[in-house]
């Protein structure tokens, strides 16, 4: 398999008049051709942040200030914002969470679709139109026809996101960003844009990365998992390897803070102590240190490296060391189901 | 679980309905009305928790407020322990106001950002009077301890608080006058995963502790079924389904709780695999006037001419299990 996308030591900080926002601090993945990548964490982990490095779309006064992303084999890190425009909506697109702020609301669906489909092809403006309700029709809007000339307000919250979903494959991206595309949305609408993106992905075989708090959508669309916390990368692994025989307290953690609604018995939920670290003055050793119960001297001091437990899965834990005491927490794993 | 009969209800709804005029004007009769909560009907019993879900745009928010009589109640009664207060005035739902109390969902805009900890906490000791002097700032230390903060936070002011603090504080300000039933609206929804789950113990054992009977509104099923006693399943403005929690996942009788349940995604990749999806065609039609008939007609698999027709009563089909659709009987056959 090919990587399609590797990101390497990526720092990425914003400079504000208190200081220096740490939002992403060494974060490091890649991900293979066919992947539907799936990057989970609380508000101020640097999920979004890293997606947004990746697109090139970091703002002052935020910067990169280290590390390489590599797509396909090019470096996107230092490419002005001519070369990036080139990669940015052809060949990595994204979608964002709220759909009504993503489009612009005094254009109509069509206006929006056909700049960008004509921007990076050679289409004319008349198969630019044919190709845009091509891509409404195949996200399910009906009647694509007429209602490609309708404004975002005339659309309801999964139509807009639908529509986004249609700009963005439209020009066959290999790589689609998702930035908790369904978090603003009804569980059942959510269900049909989850559903939507599977159908999607077969069909066009794009790699997506998925961006989440919510583990069960994790469960349900992803094949591999980052575990993000306090800026850094706690844990990788296939979905599987994440869910069941997570090797991190805070991902084993985050399984007992939240209800199953499949559970026969009602058990009380084991929440996790304290609140997430402040980003402008971030712990000096591993983030999660001061919610972790097992917390060692060398969790404070310094941050852990990302141990191999199999290939693919890797643990920035210190317990993982083969000095460290013996924990049974990760071998007991999550609540018996 | 409470029984039937052993347990005698703090709050009973019946009928209740809060319509909202929509394009009003200064020379114009409306003809239209939002049916935010249309007619429904209900009871809480002591000591118990009752979930409120659904969707967006459902009433459920609504409904809690209008129980509280934060809104003026269109039609319909609510009876709390025994006292009808649907017509009472202002000045005599004082008392009643003390007994019944709310948390709202975002703690960043329910807080005043101008008062401390100990005003905001106190304001309510003090309009009823409760303590005075030395007793109140200990009542407020006290209160403060219980929801898990610091007697040193008592000075502080709401932006020095995080989300999860925040939402503790408006807890401990719900319970300051000793109520009998809070309405939790949404508590948990804007906060992170990790901090849900302490916020969401915090209040089983504040239930344990001080007797207290929750009314729970939320959309996350997940959370209202781990917290609640009985559920009811509400979809644009109606109840479609009112049971205990355990039963409303094992044996859920509405088509739209069906769908429902089956759209939450389970955490788990291997059960995820397993389980089979219904997913729901179109989206929720417009509050606005809404046509006779079931609410969820247009989107249900099972519609039959009936369905458009004639509006389904909650009609008791199991024990303590209530269903408002017509052919649920052999849906489930």
Sequence with gaps: MKNILEVKDLRTSFFTHLGEVQAVRGSSFTMQEGDILGIVGESGSGKSVTALSIMGLIEKPGRIIEGTITFNGRELVGLSDREMGQVRGKEIAMIFQDPMTSLNPVYSIKNQMVEVIRRHTNMSRKEAEAHAIDMLDKVGIPQAEERIDSYPFEFSGGMRQRAMIATALSCNPKLLIADEPTTALDVTIQAQIVDLVKGLRDEFGMGIIWITHDLGVIAEITTKVIVMYGGMVMETGTVEEIFHKSQHPYTIGLHNSIPRLDLKQKERLIPIKGSPPDLMNPPEGCPFSTRCKYAMRVCLEQAAPLYEISEGHNSSCWLLNESAPKVDAIKTQVKAR | ?333
């Design chain 2, 1 to 333: 679980m409470a029984n039937d009969n052993n347990t005698q209800a703090i709050l009973q709804v019946k009928n209740l309905k809060k319509y909202f005029p929509v394009g009003t004007g200064f020379f114009k009769e409306t003809e239209k009305y939002l049916t935010a909560v249309d007619d429904i009907s209900f009871e809480i019993r002591k000591g118990e928790t009752f979930g409120l879900v659904g969707e967006s745009g459902c009433g459920k928010t609504t409904a809690g407020r209008t129980i509280l009589r934060l809104y003026e109640i269109t039609d319909g009664r609510v009876i709390f322990d025994g006292v009808d207060i649907t017509d009472i005035s202002q000045k005599e739902m004082l008392p009643f106001r003390k007994r019944m109390q709310i948390i709202f969902q975002d703690p960043y805009a329910s807080l005043n950002p101008r008062m401390t900890v100990t005003d905001i906490v106190g304001e309510g000791i003090d309009t009823y009077g409760l303590f005075k002097g030395k007793a109140r700032q200990e009542r407020i230390y006290d209160l403060l301890e219980r929801v898990g903060l610091k007697c040193e936070h008592a000075s502080r002011y709401p932006h020095e608080f995080s989300g999860g603090q925040r939402q503790r504080i408006g807890v401990a300000r719900a319970l300051a006058v000793e109520p009998d039933l809070v309405v939790c609206d949404e508590p948990i929804s804007a906060l992170d995963v990790s901090i849900q789950a302490q916020v969401v113990n915090m209040l089983e054992d504040l239930q344990d502790d001080m007797g207290l009977t929750y009314l729970f509104i939320a959309h996350d099923l997940s959370m209202v079924k781990h917290i609640s006693d009985r559920i009811g399943v509400m979809y644009l403005g109606k109840l479609m389904e009112v049971c205990g929690s355990r039963n409303l996942y094992d044996n859920p009788l509405h088509p739209y709780t069906q769908a429902l349940l089956s759209s939450i995604p389970i955490p788990d990749p291997i059960a995820t695999k397993k389980s089979k999806r219904i997913i729901l065609e179109g989206q929720v039609s417009s509050p606005i006037n809404p046509p006779e008939g079931c609410r969820f007609a247009s989107r249900c698999r099972y519609a039959k001419e009936k369905c458009t027709q004639v509006t389904p009563e909650l009609r008791k089909l199991e024990k303590d299990h209530n269903v408002a659709c017509h052919f649920a009987e052999e849906i489930n056959a």
